[in-house]
């Protein structure tokens, strides 16, 4: 089974500056990445994947995140915040259960952006 | 840009009551599923859907859920005697394939009372 830790449950940052969201996971069998994106009363978009190859993934809105198999981590940064980046993020790990690939979400980390 | 739908967006009930949830897919996706969002708390993972059968269940989905494809375009979730600890955030997701990425309907919330 695997299972993912979202370390912060909050993150507030100034508009502009730059973010770490931090994800790590564990699982005994190779595993897929993602980081989703919820906005208010909306569900859940994704803002970008791993599933093999270069471990530096870009997403929309300007979202990068680094796969580290070592550390087991796969942390979403951006170098610049902007007000409508307010949000909770969600990492999740997808690893083969049976027939299916089945993804175990994070906690979520909730991203809040001041002027 | 085909999205996965949801209706209705808020369903509010008595405790006891059975309840539909339902959903509509994207059009060319083979692999459906359920997830559940309690206020404040993570997506948790309760049934995936595919070629008219349950692939994966959680232990969430015990025997009050039932999850049917009635036609070639709706996937519903019914649950038959709500609980109030079943009041959440209920998403559906598709996929064209196992493992790739999974699009989300915007949610219907229940409300049970």
């Known amino acids: 089974a695997q299972s993912v830790t979202q370390l912060d449950s909050q993150v507030p940052v100034f508009e502009e500056a730059p973010v770490e969201l931090r994800c790590n996971y564990s699982?005994?069998?190779?595993?897929?990445l993602f980081w989703y994106v919820q906005y208010p009363n909306q569900g859940l978009q994704l803002l970008l994947k791993y599933l093999s190859g270069s471990t530096l993934v870009k997403g929309i809105n300007g979202f990068e995140a680094e796969f580290n198999k070592s550390q087991t981590s796969f942390h979403l940064r951006k170098p610049s915040v902007h007000i409508s980046d307010t949000a909770e993020y969600f990492c999740?790990?997808?690893?083969?259960?049976?027939?299916?690939?089945?993804?175990?979400f994070g906690r979520g980390t909730s991203l809040i952006v001041h002027p | 840009e085909p999205e996965v739908t949801q209706t209705p967006s808020h369903q509010v009930t008595q405790m006891g009551q059975e309840v539909i949830l339902r959903c509509v897919p994207i059009s060319n996706h083979l692999y459906f599923y359920w997830y559940r969002q309690i206020l404040g708390q993570k997506v948790e993972f309760l049934v995936s859907f595919y070629n008219n059968e349950i692939s994966e269940k959680s232990e969430i989905f015990d025997d009050q859920f039932s999850v049917e494809r009635p036609d070639g375009s709706n996937f519903t979730l019914k649950i038959r005697s709500t609980k109030l600890e079943d009041s959440a955030m209920y998403f559906c997701?598709?996929?064209?394939?196992?493992?790739?990425?999974?699009?989300f309907g915007p949610g219907t919330r229940l409300t049970v009372l």
């Open positions: 999740a790990v997808s690893a083969r259960t049976g027939g299916s690939y089945i993804p175990t």
């Open positions: 699982s005994s069998v190779s595993v897929y």
């Open positions: 997701a598709s996929t064209r394939e196992t493992g790739d990425t999974q699009y």
